[in-house]
């Protein structure tokens, strides 16, 4: 009989750096990221997203941030996906890592974007959480290329990708919340530029998401 792994690799995915690990979203893993959404991520006077999903009253946070991941899981696919991965500390839920594709097995490029619980933040989490990932995806996944992007004032966002290597594109002009305009900095990592760090990754899991989306068959 087949299991949930068999059935959505991903589930399988386990990155270990140091005390932080990177794991697929199981639903029970869902449950602790909903728990860390509702304990805050950032001042409610700031919008660091986006699409503004946090600006919900408190009892409908949990449910919106199941609902969405749960749609990203069922829509899977090599043409167009979301890899979320919840991010752990010391084994528990601290926040979420993830990257985003599009007709991925050509492309070979995806955008990177994450959250971590205002309880985690300023100590360095953020970065070895995106150093985590690009590891991941440059040397198990087959990315050639990774984007991300930010607004121009969220300084500690675009502090991450600087000591990771990313380098600054384009800015552009987007609506953030109604009637508010924001300038997002976009930003690109190749191989070459990646600030890697002295933490050792370990990785299990990779080749079974390597096929799951359109590698190796």
Not at 141 to 158: Q, R, V, Y
Not at 162 to 171: E, H, I, L, N, Q
Not at 175 to 183: C, V, Y
Not at 190 to 195: G, K, S
Request: hydrophobic share 45%.
């Amino acid at each position: 009989m087949r299991t949930l792994t068999d059935l959505f690799p991903p589930f399988g995915l386990h990155v270990v750096a140091g005390p932080l690990e990177l794991r697929g979203l199981t639903d029970e893993l869902i449950a602790e990221l909903c728990h860390a959404a509702e304990a805050g991520i950032h001042d409610p006077d700031a919008m660091p997203f986006y699409f503004p999903w946090t600006a919900v009253p408190a009892d409908q946070l949990a449910r919106n941030t199941a609902a969405y991941h749960w749609s990203k899981r069922a829509t899977f696919a090599p043409e167009d996906f979301c890899l979320d991965l919840a991010v752990l500390l010391d084994g528990r839920v601290i926040g979420c890592q993830g990257v985003a594709a599009q007709h991925f097995p050509v492309t070979r490029t995806g955008e990177t974007g994450s959250w971590l619980g205002r309880e985690f933040q300023g100590r360095g989490i953020g970065t070895q959480m995106r150093r985590a990932m690009c590891a991941l995806l440059f040397d198990h996944l087959g990315f050639e290329e990774i984007t991300s992007a930010a607004f121009l004032d969220n300084p500690a966002s675009l502090a991450v990708s600087r000591k990771v290597g990313y380098r600054p594109t384009t800015v552009s002009r987007i609506k953030r919340r109604e009637g508010e305009l924001a300038l997002n900095q976009g930003l690109v990592l190749t191989p070459d530029d990646f600030v890697r760090g002295d933490l050792a990754i370990e990785v299990t899991g990779a080749e079974a998401v390597r096929a799951f989306i359109g590698l190796d068959s």
